[in-house]
Each structure stands twice: as C-alpha cells, then as structure tokens.
C-alpha cells in the first residue's frame, strides 16, 4: 500500500475501482454463477457426473488434442517465426499476414473448410481417426498465438550477442540453446500457454470434424450441450448442473495447465538472475 | 462495493427493461419449431396471415419463426424466449417446457390427435442406385455398411429413429394410417394400452446396439446429419424424417433414393400454445386460430405439399404416391408415450448410454 500511494499518476483510485469493478463484472460474477449452478449437486452426484466414463474420454480428448496442438505450434510457430524475421525473401511480407488469417476466420469458416478437405481429400481423410482431425483444426486454430509472441523478442534481438558468442568459439546449437532460448523462453511459452487455452475452449470448428461419439470423439463442450439439453426428469430436475460441473473441472484443469506453464517461465527467470 | 454493485444492477434493469416495450395486445406471433420444419411453416404462416386477413378486416398478425434443434429451443423457451407457440419435433421437450412452468398440464388433449396436426415417418436416404441394396431395417447392422443418424440426445429426430429402430426388431403391432377408421382404432390401442413389453426385449437392444456399432459421426441434429451424408459424401444410408428425405432428394436432383422400410413409426411433432407467454402478452386468441389453421383442409393441403402427413385422410390419399402407406407404429401403444421412453432410453444412464458403455 505504501508504494501505491506514492504513485505519481493521478486517478489511481478511480481507476483501481474501475478495474475491479470491470473484471468483476465481466468475469467473476459469470464464473461465480458457474461455481452456484454446480454446487446444487451433492458431492456424490457431482462426483459421479464428474467421473463418468464418457466425460472422462471428452476430458482426454478435449485437452489431449489441445495440449498436442499447442506442442506442434510451439515448435513450427518458433521456425515461422524465426524465419520470418531473419530471413529475407520475396513473399515475406505475405507469408506474414497469412499468419493472422486463423485469428481472422471465423471458427464456423476453418471447420467447414477442414469437412471440406477430410470429406474430398482421402489421404487427409484418415476417416475415423477422430483425435488425427480434433488435433489438425486445433493446429490451424492456434497457429499464430506462438508466432506473434515470439516474432517481437525475435526483431527487437540484438545480434551483436550472437556474435560474441560464436567469438568466444560456440557452435550454433549452442548459440541457440544458451543464448538465444533463455531470451525468447517467456514469450515462447506464453505463446504456447495462449495457443493451449484457446484450444481447449475450442467449438466452432471441431465440431465440424469430430464424430461427436460418446466416449470415443466427444469433445467437452459437445457433452456440456448434450447435458444442457437434456429435458427435466421425473423430479423436474435438468441437466444443466451437470453441465456446468463439466465446465467447472474443465475450467479447474485448464487454469492449473496454465499455472504450471506460468511457474515455469517464473522459475526460468529467477534461474536467470 | 455491494452497494455500488446493487446499483448498477438497478440502473442496468431499468435501461434493459426501457428496450423491450410492452407490445400492447400486439398482432405478432413467434412460432417456435425445431430444425426441419422451416419450409413448411414458411409457407403455412403465409397462407395463414392471407386467411386471417379475409377474416379480420384486413389485419395481418406478423407471424414469426425460429427453428433449431428441438431439445435445444425447447430449453430456449424455458430460459425466456418469448415463444406463443411451439412446434417441436416430440412431446418430451414440450414436457420439458411444462416443467419450466410455462405451459399447463394437459396440453396434449387440448387438440385433436395428441395435439399433433401432422405426422411424419422415418425412412432411409440411400446413395443413387442403391449400391448397398439396402432394402430394410435389417440391412443396415451389416458389418459393410455405413449409417449416418443423429445423437438421440440433443436431436428430436434421433430418438423417433432410434425408437424405431427397435420396434422393428422387437416386432410392435404396426397400423395402417391411411385409412380414417384404422387410424382411429390405433389411436385408441395407444389410449388403452397399459403393458409395453417392447422396453425389455432383448432383440431390440441387440439389433439397436449393432446399428449404432455401424454409425461414424453423430451430428447434433438432423439437418446436420443430412448434409454430413449429403454433401460430406459420409456413410450408405441416412435414417431420417421422411420430409428431410423428400428435400433432400429434391435439393440434390438424381444423387439419392428413399428406401420405405417394410415397417416403420409415427412419428406426431406436437404443437401447443405456451400458456404463460400468450396471457403476457394477449395472444391467445391469434394462437389459437393460428394452431386450428393447421387443422383446417388448406393446412392441411400445405402440410401433405410439405412430405408430411396430414390427419386429414382425404387430403392424405390425394398425395398417397409420395406419402406411400406403410406400417406404422406408435409411441403411446409400443412404449407408454414419450415420458416413459425418454426416461428409459435416453436419460443419463438409460439405454443409449449403456449401448455405448457396451460398444466401447
């Protein structure tokens, strides 16, 4: 609080209030009713609805796909970055906006043109093979997240370090993994963290090519319809709190993904230190 | 910081409720209806507002539509879309709209025929030429065979096709529709019946296992699954409504076949006003004339345009080569009506469930 107060830029608390009040508003409160929705269920119901053998395959599907999706763009979206950046040639400056063509697409857009190919094209098709697809659209879909994390820290780079380096007799393996990663490893990884987190969150365009089986090609927000949709039992009682209890541990694994990839680029920076 | 939020939440409810204005005793009807109906009610609303017209003075209501998957709007309604009448695809998800406390007990008797003015079938869409040469139900568990049907659990559809499905193998008493007195005499067995053997026969479940073995992709509704087999090229034959079938026969002139099974259901999407909406907002009157018109022989002249069929036997036969009388079977007589067979079939843990535990 003492160095808060000392602030020089005026406003402070307006603005403070404003921020809370902001992401209360839009966050929170939303997730907090997510939280409500699924605590009318006992634990045990919570737990078996949880649970279920289906639910559990969408979990392995839906973050499965996502986490494999978010790994093959780490390492491409590293090499089209870097080439992007260091190398010059002619088409470069095109190549570059095609990057932020999936951010563009609506996802409806990418899924229908993936049905498209898998349904004419058969060595794409790999018919039945329900992850091989879920993780190509994933793929598309996250493609420029790493990309543009790591292009800034790649064009603001310095290579007079680099040849320091190769003065002082490192080979370029070395360079790279001694010199170069360590500065790039925090972009990087959060590149990586926000490809996973918008997989995960995926709809639009897997559903275009995923089966939809329960408990072999059901990703979670297939299975958070279905259980939304579901008409009221006998007792009146819908599905809609075992949906959002399905969202609810989604949320919870996800968001400890994104913290260990976060303790990881914190420990990576007091190692450097 | 409650305080201030209270507020906010005050102002944010006077500015949302200042944008919708009461419509006072207003002359527009939103029909809510599920995802294959969109040509039919397209053109029963035009005829209808021309009739209302010649009837009240020159008055034309703006009738409304919203088609989607049956489950999904019947949870839309329940969750405030302002619907004065629904006409889904099965009486389970008007179920659902009664338990949401919007429409009153009873609604089913309130209309002629179960409150159905209209019913369908299920049949099979097949690949020009018939290469599979699938000719009935038993065909399609075949191991070479692809069958391409919704998820029972989201689609309305999908359950009429997955019921029927089983009541062909476990051998319900079919009726024939196309005559008055028959359709009569069936509607009263279903009144009547009281024991529905065909829940636990075993070669139901067996033969219902097998298809769903053969089924790849099981899109969320059925205009999905039309267009997955259609233009993804997916699988041999679609189980569908009997109208998809006609439309989408139609659409893609000399690409597809319709296969009648040799026995099959009926299939009665109910139509009901939803009580609590049409007394907020005055339109009884107007939903009530606009459900009866469905009833009425120009209805019901649309309705059998449309590949559905209609109660109106008269009409029926005029259309008899393309609404081909087979036998049928129904909900109330084979499975004690739609709350019992949600509950057994598609319920979380209920039969589907298990084919899949099963299947896996």
Redesign the interface.
């Given at each position: 609080m003492a160095v808060l107060r000392r602030s020089v830029l005026p406003g402070f608390r307006l603005s403070l209030g404003y921020t809370v009040?902001y992401l209360?508003?839009m966050v929170l409160i939303p997730l907090g009713a997510l939280v409500v929705k699924s605590g009318t269920l006992s634990w045990h119901d919570f737990y078996t609805t949880v649970t279920d053998?289906?639910v559990i395959s969408a979990y392995k599907l839906s973050l499965g796909a996502s986490l494999a999706a978010a790994a093959i763009n780490g390492v491409m979206g590293l090499l089209v970055a870097w080439v992007l950046v260091r190398y010059r040639f002619p088409g470069r400056k095109i190549f570059d906006a095609i990057v932020d063509l999936p951010f563009a697409l609506p996802t409806a857009v990418a899924g229908i043109t993936f049905?498209?190919i898998?349904?004419?094209n058969t060595w794409l098709n790999a018919?039945?093979n329900d992850w091989y697809r879920v993780t190509l659209v994933l793929i598309f879909v996250g493609l420029p997240f790493v990309i543009r994390t790591v292009q800034p820290v790649l064009q603001d780079w310095d290579t007079e370090t680099e040849q320091a380096a190769m003065s002082l007799g490192a080979g370029p393996v070395t360079i790279f993994r001694r010199v170069i990663f360590p500065v790039l490893f925090p972009a990087w990884i959060s590149g990586v963290a926000l490809a996973f987190a918008r997989c995960v969150g995926e709809y639009g365009s897997v559903?275009f090519v995923s089966?939809?089986?329960?408990?072999?090609s059901q990703i979670v927000p297939?299975l958070i319809?279905?259980?939304?949709?579901?008409?009221?039992?006998?007792n009146?009682v819908?599905?809609v709190a075992?949906a959002t209890s399905i969202g609810l541990v989604l949320l919870l694994i996800s968001l400890s993904i994104l913290l260990v990839l976060n303790a990881i680029d914190y420990l990576s920076r007091r190692h450097d230190r | 910081m409650n305080a201030a939020l209270g507020t906010i939440a005050v102002s944010l409810t006077a500015v949302l409720s200042f944008a919708s204005p009461a419509r006072a005793a207003s002359q527009a009807l939103l029909n809510v209806s599920y995802d294959s109906t969109r040509e039919l009610y397209e053109e029963i609303d035009q005829a209808f507002v021309a009739d209302y017209a010649t009837r009240h003075a020159g008055q034309k209501p703006d009738v409304q539509q919203s088609h989607a998957g049956s489950g999904k709007q019947a949870r839309a309604v329940v969750d405030g879309l302002r619907a004065d009448v629904v006409t889904l695809a099965l009486g389970a998800d008007i179920d659902a709209i009664v338990k949401g406390g919007l429409i009153n007990e009873g609604w089913q008797s309130e209309l002629s025929n179960n409150s159905s003015p209209y019913t369908s079938t299920i049949v099979f869409l097949v690949r020009k030429g018939n290469p599979k040469a699938v000719k009935d139900w038993g065909d399609l568990i075949k191991p070479d065979i692809k069958v391409i049907t919704p998820n029972p659990k989201t689609s309305g559809g999908a359950r009429w096709n997955f019921l029927a499905a089983w009541g062909y193998a476990a051998q319900v008493k079919g009726h024939d529709f196309s005559n008055a007195d028959s359709a009569v005499a069936a509607e009263k067995a279903g009144k009547e019946a009281k024991e529905f053997p065909a829940f636990d026969d075993a070669k139901g479940k067996a033969f219902v296992e097998a298809l769903f073995k053969n089924v790849p992709v099981l899109d969320s509704g059925a205009r999905g699954s039309t267009v997955t087999f259609a233009q993804k090229g997916l699988g041999d034959v679609l189980i569908s409504w009997e109208n998809e079938a006609w439309l989408a026969q139609e659409e893609y002139k000399d690409q597809f076949e319709i296969v009648y099974p040799s026995v099959s259901i009926l299939a009665e999407p109910p139509v009901a006003i939803v009580d609590k909406n049409v007394d907020e907002r005055g339109t009884r009157a107007l939903a009530e004339d606009y459900l009866k018109f469905l009833y009425s022989e120009p209805g019901q002249e649309i309705i059998a345009a449309n590949h559905y069929r209609p109660r109106d036997t008269a009409v029926l036969s005029r259309y008899a080569d393309k609404l081909p009388a087979i036998p049928l079977f129904t909900i109330d007589e084979s499975f004690g009506g739609w709350t019992n067979a949600q509950k057994h079939f598609f319920n979380d843990g209920g039969v589907f469930d298990q084919i899949y535990k099963v299947n896996k």
């Open positions: 009040f209360s508003l053998d289906f049905a498209d898998f349904a004419t018919y039945g559903i089966g939809n089986i329960p408990g072999k297939q319809i279905e259980k939304l949709y579901l008409p009221p039992d006998e009146g819908t599905g075992h | -």
